[in-house]
Every structure is written in C-alpha cells, then in structure tokens.
Nanobody, 133 residues
Framework: QVQLVESGGGLVQPGNSLRLSCATSGFTLDYYAIGWFRQAPGLEREGVSCISRSDGSTYYADSVKGRFTISRDNAKSTVYLQMNSLKPEDTAVYYC??????????????????????????WGQGTQVTVSS
C-alpha cells in the first residue's frame, strides 16, 4: 500500500537549519505531486511547499519563501524540504502528502491546489520540528 514516511525533524535553535525527508513507497501509479504541510498546536494544518513529479514545478507559502527549498530525487522516491533560517514560529509537526495522477484525471485539473490539504489523498505520520533557544 502507499506509504509516506517523514524523517529529519528535531530541536534546533533559531537561525539554524534542518532537512526533512519524505520517503515514498507502494505507488503502483505515479503520484502527481508531493506537498509538505505543518500543524502547530491549536492551529489548522497549513501548506508549506509542493513539488510536481513530472516537471519539478515548485510552490511555497509566503511565510517560507526564500528560506525553505523543496526538491525531489525520483530515483530514491524521496522528497526533501531544506529549511534554513528557522524561526520559532516554524515550530510544528510537519507532514508530507501525495496526490496521484490518476486521481487528478478523475477529478479534473482544477482540483489541484498545491497548498490546500484537501487536495491530497495520502499522508505520512508527521515529524516534529521545534525551533527554540
């Protein structure tokens, strides 16, 4: 079955960096895009970044532009989120999620909103990122 496993979270001081990984497996059909999301206590899940599998198009939330970089290694079936210049407000559980190409063919291209959680069908278990001095 489809699995997404996040890793790389931890405790860092403000200004430092972390790289999150999202290892994917079990896709019998190609995924269309992988998104990164985060959820802080008491807040709604929010989109952070997204990358498409085919052409590598990337999307970022305004709050992370210039600090975070998403990338993919299709040979390793892994998507990365490099997070630099971390701030205390980046503290959250970070999740990766996937939407299959087949799902978009059924729902239509307008379904794809890269930073909207409801776009995605498959989710990892999350990894905690804490930014604190």
């Amino acid at each position: 079955q489809v699995q997404l496993v996040e890793s790389g979270g931890g405790l860092v001081q403000p200004g430092n960096s972390l790289r999150l990984s999202c290892a994917t497996s079990g896709f019998t059909l190609d995924y269309y895009a992988i998104g990164w999301f985060r959820q802080a206590p008491g807040l709604e899940r929010e989109g952070v970044s997204c990358i498409s599998r085919s052409d590598g198009s990337t999307y970022y939330a305004d709050s992370v532009k210039g600090r975070f970089t998403i990338s993919r290694d299709n040979a390793k079936s892994t998507v990365y989120l490099q997070m630099n210049s971390l701030k205390p407000e980046d503290t959250a559980v970070y999740y990766c999620a996937a939407i299959l190409s087949a799902a978009l063919r059924v729902r239509g291209s307008s379904w794809f909103q890269p930073l909207r959680p409801a776009t995605y069908d498959y989710w990892g278990q999350g990894t905690q990122v804490t930014v604190s001095s």
